[in-house]
């Protein structure tokens, strides 16, 4: 168990509809990251989010949004899902000073099937 | 940008025998980090080895041991005396070291590894 926390663990739904799947990141992380792993595009980063700020983007679609509460939690938010969009959602987090070697631990992942 | 290239889609081990997981990796830095993950059946991402780039000597833990060779940009895993448990998808994973950057992780496509009994 990394300590990280994913809900809910399977998501099934339909095409554009919207979805929030939600991280609890390990107690005394500051940083979290989400990551998409999907068959033709493998683990691909998606944002990073520092004590409630967004610290980085990735290959994130417009359609998607993410925030980081002040509780440290986060949430990834999917709209006008694709069936493209099915995929695992990994959370990870990490104490993250911004210098030095910090482990990124990884949650469980949400399993998303879009139909 | 960074890129990560796993060449090997699939490997097979005998238990109790030694295997070797491929990565290169391209980057213009000279300050970074690399990761083996493992990722079993579960799907769970498990951390295996990291490798700061600036320390010459490779990484080891209990049967896990790097080969890093910083200038042909190559980090690939020795994984000794193989067990069924280590049947995974091993991915190999780069993160930059630049400061205020952010820690984004690049991986790999991965490589399965099967292990026969």
């Known amino acids: 168990d990394s300590g990280v926390t994913q809900t809910p663990k399977h998501l099934i739904t339909a095409t554009g509809q919207r979805v929030t799947l939600r991280c609890s990141p390990r107690s005394g992380d500051l940083s979290v990251y989400w990551y998409q792993q999907s068959l033709d595009q493998g683990l691909q980063f998606l944002i990073h989010y520092y004590n409630g700020e967004e610290r980085a983007k990735g290959n994130i679609l417009e359609r998607f949004s993410a925030q980081q509460f002040p509780d440290l939690h986060s949430e990834l938010n999917l709209s006008s899902l694709e069936l493209g969009d099915s995929a695992l959602y990994f959370c990870?987090?990490?104490?993250?000073?911004?210098?030095?070697?910090?482990?990124?631990?990884f949650g469980p992942g949400t399993r998303l099937t879009v139909l | 940008a960074q890129t990560v290239t796993q060449s090997q889609p699939e490997m097979s081990v005998q238990e109790a025998e030694t295997v070797t997981l491929s990565c290169t990796y391209d980057?213009?830095?000279?300050?970074?980090?690399l990761f083996w993950y493992k990722q079993p059946p579960s799907r769970q991402m498990i951390l295996v080895i990291r490798q700061e780039a600036y320390k010459q000597q490779n990484a080891t833990e209990n049967r896990f041991s790097v080969n890093f060779q910083k200038a042909a940009k190559s980090f690939s895993l020795k994984i000794s005396d193989s067990q069924l448990g280590d049947a995974a998808m091993y991915f190999c994973?780069?993160?930059?070291?630049?400061?205020?950057?952010?820690?984004?992780?690049?991986f790999g496509a991965g490589t399965i590894l099967r292990v026969k009994s």
């Open positions: 994973a780069y993160r930059s070291g630049r400061k205020n950057y952010g820690n984004k992780l690049v």
């Open positions: 990870a987090s990490s104490l993250d000073l911004g210098v030095g070697l910090h482990e990124q631990f």
């Open positions: 980057t213009s830095e000279s300050d970074y980090y």
